[in-house]
């Protein structure tokens, strides 16, 4: 078995996760990182984990099905909306973190939200952010199981039987 692309997808993996963090650090002047990190792990670490996975899932259907000669546009349709549903289940996961006083870059951004969406769209997304926020998780594995699919599928016309 080639290690090559379960080296890229633990780095993709751990580069979503340490990116994830970064923005709570950078996000967060009130506290030091330490805490502001340990603020998301502890409130976020099944949404954190779940983007590192679902992120270095990907890359490994995406190189492994490169073997079988699966269509470049399938994979550009599943990383688009696997990173999509990605973006979505973390920013909607810093929501939560917003009242330890992490993130307060994003009470910024929030206040925005009535005149763009409306006072009651603001306020399912404000208070259903968990929900949502693992929504896009399964979103993400969703795209990573239809992936799956299709290689096997292909490799079962390459390889009938």
Not at 59 to 87: E, I, Q
């Amino acid at each position: 078995m080639n290690l090559k692309p379960i080296t890229k997808s633990v780095m993709f993996g751990t580069i979503t996760v340490l990116a994830y963090l970064g923005i709570v650090v950078i996000t967060t002047p009130a506290l030091d990182p330490l805490s502001a990190v340990s603020a998301a792990i502890q409130l976020n670490s099944p949404i954190i984990t779940g983007m590192g996975i679902g992120v270095g899932v990907q890359s490994f259907l995406s190189d492994y099905s490169k073997k079988f000669g699966c269509s470049l546009a399938m994979k550009r349709r599943t990383a688009g909306g696997n990173s999509g549903s990605t973006a979505v289940a973390s920013f909607f996961s810093f929501f939560s973190l917003i009242p330890l006083g992490c993130c307060g870059w994003w009470l910024y951004a929030i206040s925005f939200l009535p005149s763009i969406f409306g006072t009651g769209v603001s306020a399912v997304l404000i208070n259903y952010s968990q929900p949502l926020s693992y929504a896009g998780l399964g979103i993400t594995f969703g795209f990573n199981l239809v992936t799956y699919h299709k290689i096997r599928q292909k490799k079962k016309q390459i390889r009938p039987g």
